[in-house]
């Protein structure tokens, strides 16, 4: 299960790699992959998947940008 720093860091990455689709920031959530990617360039809006196979955790984590 995912802790508060964890997804502190999952909605910090989202934003860092919204804004520039080459950058991650995970630190905190090393034993996550990204999943899946989707980003509105309508809206500027946008979102990871980040999931853990160790525990299967799954968060969802979006911005605005």
């Given amino acids: 299960m995912a ?3 964890q997804l502190i860091e999952a909605n910090k990455n989202s934003y860092a790699r919204l804004r520039n689709p080459g950058s991650d920031t995970l630190d ?3 034993n996550y992959n990204v999943v899946k990617y989707a980003m509105d360039e309508r809206s500027d809006h946008g979102g990871l ?3 853990n196979h160790g525990d299967k955790t799954l968060i969802v984590a979006h911005q605005d940008i």
């Fill in 49 to 51: 998947a980040y999931y």
């Fill in 3 to 5: 802790n508060i720093k």
């Fill in 28 to 30: 905190e959530l090393k």
